[in-house]
């Protein structure tokens, strides 16, 4: 071999290594990596594909609808209520038509209360998904009085005397009745379709209930002077309540609404029976008697109601009925160790007119 031949076998070897080291490299920038058909090397589905992962995974997304109902909602409101008080045990006298010793021939004289306005405010929040959580205070304060004298050729006779007597020649009464109620709920608001919608409520409620009734009696056989018979009864205890209130928009934003609650209040009565004769200078009766008991509460309403996205009114009517709260002592008979109990319910009922803010 010639050493012409010898150079041109060196060169053509070398030329060849040099391809093979340029081949691989070319070969591995050509290459891409296996992606799922339909995507691009960011990951998003071309067209006809499904959405792709929105980018940091870590964060919540919500459409604003999503965002609407899960923010917090603070709402006022306030209630003006036109109630009238209601309950028996109240008599402190009877009226007859006929002299003494020949029967009783009339009427009871009863307290009786007038329609008096109370009020009722609270503050809430409505959380996400509508559960609402509330605080709501109601007063109300009512008092009358009555005055009874013997009819023309009649007697009078006093009804809440107390091993005395009973023939007199004027009955004056006088009573009272202070409600402060504190409720705290918990509840949540479900619509059933865009004109029905409801809530079931839960809570507690705290109540301070203070009743007085008092009676005067003057003249009659024994010349009764300022002879007096008092008999106040407090009432403060707390407990829980459950109800439920519906709305149904017939036209637009104007409906009706209903709601009821009950509840069970546990606490102590404080009840005194006191008689004082002779302008005060004799004490017949001084007795103190302190118990606790359980009462039932029912409270409802009825009534028309316009509901827009920021302010609520509502006019109706509303009863209040509390069981069993007036619980008092008395002694009608000459045995002291066999008193008698003056009970009855006390019941709130009349006009309400409401109105709410939601922000």
């Not at 290594?17 to 990596?33: N, V």
């Not at 459409?63 to 899960?70: A, G, L, S």
């Not at 009783?104 to 996400?128: K, P």
């Amino acid at each position: 071999m010639s050493a012409n031949s010898l150079s041109l076998c060196l060169k053509t070897v070398c030329l060849c290594m040099a391809l093979g080291t340029i081949a691989p490299g070319a070969s591995a920038q050509d290459t891409k990596p296996d992606m799922p058909e339909g995507t691009d090397l960011s990951g998003e589905k071309l067209s006809g594909g499904e959405p792709a992962t929105p980018p940091f995974e870590g964060l919540p997304y919500f459409p604003e609808e999503e965002k609407r109902e899960k923010a917090i909602h603070p709402y006022l409101f306030a209630d003006l209520l036109l109630l009238k008080a209601r309950r028996q045990s109240y008599d402190y006298a009877v009226s007859s038509l006929t002299p003494t010793g020949t029967g009783v021939v009339g009427d009871m004289q009863n307290l009786d209360y007038s329609f008096r306005a109370g009020f009722r405010a609270g503050a809430g929040i409505e959380l996400a998904d509508r559960w609402q959580v509330e605080a709501s205070f109601f007063n109300y304060h009512s008092t009358n009085s009555r005055f009874a004298s013997a009819p023309p050729g009649g007697t009078l006779y006093a009804t809440t005397t107390n091993l005395s007597f009973d023939e007199i020649g004027t009955a004056q009464a006088s009573g009272s009745v202070n409600f402060s109620v504190l409720d705290i709920d918990f509840g949540r608001w479900v619509e059933l379709d865009p004109s029905f919608s409801f809530r079931f409520t839960g809570g507690t409620r705290l109540a301070w209930i203070d009743q007085n009734f008092s009676a005067i009696y003057n003249g009659g056989p024994q010349a009764a002077n300022n002879s007096m018979v008092n008999m106040p009864i407090y009432f403060s205890g707390g407990g829980v309540t459950a109800g439920a209130e519906g709305v149904w928009n017939f036209m637009g934003k104007i409906g009706l609404y209903g709601r009821g609650k009950g509840g069970l209040i546990a606490g102590r009565f404080s009840s005194r029976l006191n008689e004082t004769a002779d302008n005060g200078t004799v004490t017949v009766v001084n007795v103190h008697d302190k118990y606790e008991g359980v009462v039932p509460t029912l409270d409802l309403g009825v009534g028309l109601c316009y509901r827009g996205e920021i302010a609520t009114v509502r006019i109706g009517y509303d009863l209040f009925n509390y069981f069993d709260m007036v619980d008092s002592l008395q002694f009608p008979g000459p045995q002291l160790g066999n008193p008698v109990r003056r009970t009855s319910n006390i019941s709130l009922e009349g006009v309400s007119m409401e109105i709410g803010f939601r922000f």
